[in-house]
């Protein structure tokens, strides 16, 4: 059974900085597509930032390039999104994920890819 749950949300004024954590069992965060995604309040859920296997390509969406930053740790088996320079519109529930295909693609920035969800992290960005 796959599970994930992430951990590190919080407020924070903008141009702060938080670490997102995504700890999983059931499935090897080295060999599997990871993600994070978002949603605020009244809009679709949008994707942050993919992750092919720890070989593969990273993508981020164009509003957090250069900001986030989403790695592997494998030995604990974790997914991290740093996010720095955070402004109001990053205010958002964060979504870890993962695919169900070993050494699959995360095509882009798309979630068809992604099979298994985290409940989420809440993160308020305050101007």
């Known amino acids: 059974q796959v599970q994930l749950v992430e951990s590190g949300g919080g407020s924070v004024q903008a141009g702060g900085s938080l670490r997102l954590s995504c700890a999983a069992s059931?499935?090897?965060?080295?060999?599997?597509?990871m993600g994070w995604f978002r949603q605020a309040p009244g809009k679709e859920r949008e994707a942050v930032a993919t992750?092919?296997?720890?070989?593969?390509?990273?993508v981020y969406a164009d509003s957090v390039q250069g900001r986030f930053g989403i790695s592997r740790d494998n030995a604990k088996n974790t997914l991290s999104l740093q996010m720095n320079s955070l402004q109001p519109e990053d205010t958002a529930m964060y979504y870890c994920?993962?695919?169900?295909?070993?050494?699959?693609?995360?095509?882009?920035?798309?979630?068809?890819?992604?099979?298994?969800w985290g409940q989420g992290t809440q993160v308020t960005v305050s101007s």
């Open positions: 992750s092919d296997s720890a070989y593969g390509s990273t």
């Open positions: 059931g499935v090897t965060v080295r060999a599997y597509c």
């Open positions: 994920a993962a695919g169900r295909v070993r050494w699959g693609s995360c095509r882009g920035l798309s979630s068809v890819a992604f099979t298994y």
